[in-house]
């Protein structure tokens, strides 16, 4: 069955996936000559940079989402379909989902990454990850249940295990998990779980390399580590999680700590839908494309954002950093191109640096900017300002900077609920 788009005449484009690569590239082609469809499994567009404030309980998920509908209201070219793409036809231009198929005549792909098990069963099974707001939500309710659920427990051994967390990897989203869960420790639990003995709370944060922050400054590296120690985070540097089953968590010289819960932070790595060639795929199964963004020896086909692996830029050899920038940079490069009538007019992509930052909690951020690196109270300005002004949505911008001006003056966030999935009537029966 095909899906029910009208056919108008129009060259179609048809998008995968609604993070900051398609859906900037959707925008920059409203009023296009293209009929745009774009094709997410949710129905809304997702600010992965302050999930892990969803799972501190410091943001609800409504704040930092945006429904794709209300973005292109007024876009007579654009159609969206909430649907999961599962697999491509690349020879007969067609992609298939859930909701059946449909055909293009061209393709980006901008289906981003997802986290990285390394082909760990258990710790794919056992661990939290946080890749989307339904697992930064059950982050959020793990943590909270298990504070809850420790208040109960008399036995000491047993109290660790519910109320000891381990993050795994020191790169931007491990540090500030990390940081937040530090704060949590110290302003929240002593008010609102005072009968636990919040002292016994320990948070490790584990990491393969030598410094934190891979990719960012030295000065940023040492200045994270010194925050996160001053917040008495342990951290335990060049060692590698093995395995967990789920009590205890062992590394790879041998060392067990013991926790019940695991947040995974370790890395990404792309996801491959049914039928893409795996000879187009290159480190961390990201897709191979040229300077124009288009997929190796294939024309018409596009892929961007965390996705892309560009070849043939000396700057980057490895390919670009997969953050935020790259992908929107990569869109706005890809509708400029495709709305010249010759390739020949095409320019090839070149990444703009503008910078890295990561914050420890109150008043505590590293900043790297191309010229210059800061920390302390203005990176964390920084920081606020640059993630606030990137949100989408005037009310999101509006209900997140009240959030955080609550936060910072009272010491307390207000979202500490466990809101669970009911069942419906269907699985009640
Ligand atoms: C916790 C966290 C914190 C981060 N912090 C920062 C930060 O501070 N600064 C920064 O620059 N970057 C940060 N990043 C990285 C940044 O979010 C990514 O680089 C960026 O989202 C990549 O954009 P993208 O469009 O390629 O992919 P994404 O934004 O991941 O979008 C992919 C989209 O594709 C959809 N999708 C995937 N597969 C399918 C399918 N088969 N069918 C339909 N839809 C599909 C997904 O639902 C999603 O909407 C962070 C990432 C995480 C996870």
């Not at 060692?239 to 089953?245: G, H, L, M, P």
């Amino acid at each position: 069955m095909a899906f029910n788009i009208p056919e108008t005449g129009q060259e179609r484009i048809v998008i995968i996936g609604a993070g900051f690569a398609g859906l900037k590239l959707a925008r920059s082609l409203v009023r296009s000559d293209f009929q745009i469809v774009l094709i997410d499994r949710n129905n809304y567009h997702q600010f992965q940079p302050l999930f892990y404030q969803v799972a501190m309980a410091g943001l609800e998920p409504s704040s930092i989402s945006f429904p794709l509908r209300k973005i292109f209201q007024k876009a007579q070219n654009v159609l969206i379909r909430y649907a999961e793409i599962e697999r491509i036809d690349l020879e007969g231009n067609r992609v298939y989902a859930d909701l059946g198929y449909l055909n293009f005549d061209k393709l980006v792909i901008c289906t981003g990454a997802t986290t990285n098990f390394y082909g760990n069963e258990a710790i794919e099974e056992l661990t939290l990850p946080m890749k989307s707001i339904s697992e930064a939500l059950g982050l959020r309710n793990a943590i909270l249940t298990d504070y809850e659920r420790a208040l109960s427990i008399r036995d000491f051994d047993e109290r660790q295990e519910l109320i000891d967390i381990v993050v795994v990897g020191g790169g931007a989203t491990g540090v500030e998990v990390a940081g937040a869960l530090a704060e949590m420790k110290k302003y929240i639990l002593p008010k609102d779980y005072r009968e636990l003995p919040y002292g016994e709370v320990d948070i490790y944060l584990v990491h393969a390399g030598s410094q934190l922050l891979p990719g960012m400054s030295e000065n940023a590296s040492v200045n994270s580590l010194k925050y996160l120690r001053d917040l008495g985070v342990k951290v335990i540097l060049n060692k590698r999680v093995q395995s967990f089953d789920g009590d205890y968590v062992t590394t790879n010289d041998g060392e067990k700590i013991r926790c019940g819960k695991v947040i995974w932070a370790a890395g990404i790595v792309c996801p491959v839908l049914q039928g893409f060639p795996t000879e187009i795929l290159g480190r961390g199964r990201r897709i191979r494309v040229n300077r124009h963004l288009e997929v190796i020896d294939r024309q018409d086909i596009f892929a961007l954002g965390d996705a892309a692996l560009v070849e043939g830029d000396p700057a980057y050899p490895d390919g670009h950093p997969q953050v935020a920038q790259t992908a929107i940079q990569m869109a706005k490069l890809l509708s400029r191109n495709l709305k010249k009538s010759a390739r020949s007019q095409w320019k090839p992509f070149a990444y703009k640096d503008l910078g890295a930052m990561a914050t420890i909690g109150r008043n505590r951020a590293v900043v790297d900017l191309p010229r210059v690196k800061f920390k302390g109270f203005f990176a964390w300005v920084v920081w606020l300002t640059v993630h606030l002004f990137s949100l989408l949505g005037v009310r999101n911008k509006v209900i997140v900077f009240l959030n955080w001006m609550w936060n910072y003056l009272t010491y307390d966030q207000s979202l500490r609920l466990i809101i669970r999935p009911g069942k419906t009537r269907k699985e009640k029966q």
